[in-house]
């Protein structure tokens, strides 16, 4: 669980501070058109930047912060329906799913791993 959580601060806050720095360049990779407004995709990027920080101090004991990782869960579950909701209108091209590939698809298994620990072995206490 303290590995699993520690990976995931790291990439959130290198991948955070990627697109906050640089924020056309995933855009340019996949051969998307570049944001109007890169702010927008900043804003993003801090906030994933944000999530790190939350893994790392979960990390510390993860039983006892399972509410920072069921919140990271369920952005991980809730971003990729945005996805699917906002592809099938249209509305963003599918090459945006690269980003789902490693800041959601590859966390979802430990992530449910580290809650369905909780479950049975904490009881979802919350303190």
Known sequence: MK????LAAIYNILWGAWVVLFPNH???????QPLNHPMVWQGMGMVIG???LGYWWASYNPMKHWPIVAVGFLGKIFGPLG???NYLKGDVPFEFIYTLLT???IWWIP???ILKNVHTDYKW???
């Open 3 to 6: 590995l699993t959580l520690r």
């Open 50 to 52: 944000v999530y790190g």
């Open 83 to 85: 996805f699917i909701f």
């Open 111 to 113: 992530f449910f791993l």
């Open 103 to 105: 800041n959601d698809f």
């Open 26 to 32: 995933f855009f340019n990779l996949v051969g998307m």
């Open 125 to 127: 206490k919350l303190s």
